[in-house]
């Protein structure tokens, strides 16, 4: 499996951005996917995971109420919709598969990563 992610770049803090997450080399319909940020000199943390029906999801909690997570089966596809968004979000963002549909909070239960996208948030 390779996932592709896109969307990143710079925007004032309260804007928004939308990440996308395609994967290809075989399907991860049944797959749980979400995203993770990492940020200079700190640990990759969940932002927002989601199970491999899309019915489930789970938020960090820096963005709750700000980010949501979807995914299109069909286009094999994931999507992270930032608003109001803040300079402490500012980190590269990895989005990640595992074989199993059922979510994780941890990025070590993640068996494919993308290449990661930056987002940087001016204040």
């Known amino acids: 499996v390779q996932l592709q992610a896109s969307g990143g770049g710079l925007v004032q803090a309260g804007g928004s951005l939308r990440l996308s997450c395609a994967a290809s080399g075989r399907t991860v319909s049944g797959s749980a996917m979400g995203w993770f940020r990492q940020a200079p000199g700190k640990e990759r943390v969940l932002v927002a995971v989601v199970n491999g029906n899309g019915g489930s999801t789970y938020y960090g909690d820096s963005v709750k109420g700000r980010f949501t997570i979807s995914r299109d089966i069909a286009k094999n596809t994931v999507y992270l919709q930032m608003n109001s968004l803040e300079p402490e979000d500012t980190a590269v963002y990895y989005c990640?598969?595992?074989?199993?549909?059922?979510?994780?909070?941890?990025?070590?239960?993640?068996?494919?990563w993308g290449q990661g996208t930056l987002v940087t948030v001016s204040s």
């Open positions: 990640a598969a595992r074989r199993g549909s059922a979510y994780s909070m941890f990025p070590s239960s993640y068996d494919y």
